[in-house]
Each structure stands twice: as structure tokens, then as C-alpha cells.
């Protein structure tokens, strides 16, 4: 579904769940480059704080976008900015839930602030804020 700037409202929302899989993490790794081994070697995760592998952080908060792009506003979306505070990691087999919601439209410049939040069960992951512009 595509949503034009006149058919959005401020406090209107979407979640999307995605289940991160060790192939995600993987795959993840190779298209971003980003070879750390908190992500790929449980040997030496197990050795950081966390007690075992993570997934990216960049990996979940591509949700973000995913249901920018896709689902609210929809497609035709372009992403201006984001602002993301990661809170706690996602680990394999974790099913992130990822909830945008408008909070500010601004009609003549055809833009859309919305609050993004990833979730963990009830654990927050990453919060922030997108802009987008909805031509």
C-alpha cells in the first residue's frame, strides 16, 4: 500500500515483525562489509559483555526503512534522515517488531516526520526518528 501526503494522519502507524536468522547475519556481513566478530564468532562474543553473538545494529534498524519504503508511507518514499539510539542487542532467532508512527506533517514541503521504534518482545531496541518525503 502507498499512502499520498493528503491520506497520512499524525498518530497513524505500522508494525512489521522480522525474525533474524543466522543467514540474515551473515548475509548482512558480506553485502555491508562489516566483519566484526561480536557478529560471526560466538567463541569470542561469548567473551564481551553480551555473552554470546549479536546481530548488527544497522541489520535491525534496516526495518526501519523496510517498512518506510513498503508500507507506511509506502512506496515512492524517500528517506531524508534518521536519528537511532540502540538500547539493547538482537540476537539470532529474535523477532524484532518495528512500529512507525507519523507525528508530524509537513504538507508544502511534502515531508513526514516519524517516530521508529524496534522492539524485542517488550524490550526496546532501537528508538529515533526518520524524515521522509513523500512525493
Not at 83 to 88: H, V, Y
Amino acid at each position: 500500500m502507498s499512502y499520498s501526503i493528503d491520506d497520512l494522519q499524525v498518530g497513524q502507524s505500522y508494525t512489521m515483525g522480522k525474525t533474524v536468522t543466522d543467514a540474515d547475519i551473515v548475509m548482512f556481513a558480506g553485502v555491508s562489509t562489516d566483519t566484526n566478530a561480536v557478529h560471526l564468532n560466538e567463541e569470542f562474543a561469548k567473551t564481551l559483555p553480551f555473552g554470546g553473538r549479536i546481530a548488527h545494529g544497522m541489520l535491525s534498524a534496516s526495518f526501519i526503512s523496510a517498512v518506510l519504503g513498503a508500507h507506511l508511507p509506502g512506496p515512492g518514499t524517500i528517506y531524508l534522515g534518521q536519528t537511532l539510539k540502540f538500547t539493547a542487542p538482537v540476537r539470532i532467532n529474535d523477532t524484532v517488531n518495528t512500529t512507525v508512527t507519523v507525528k508530524e506533517i509537513i504538507k508544502e514541503k511534502k515531508r513526514v516526520i516519524l517516530e521508529t521504534v524496534c522492539k524485542v518482545g517488550d524490550t526496546v531496541v532501537i528508538t529515533g526518528e526518520a524524515t521522509v518525503m513523500k512525493p
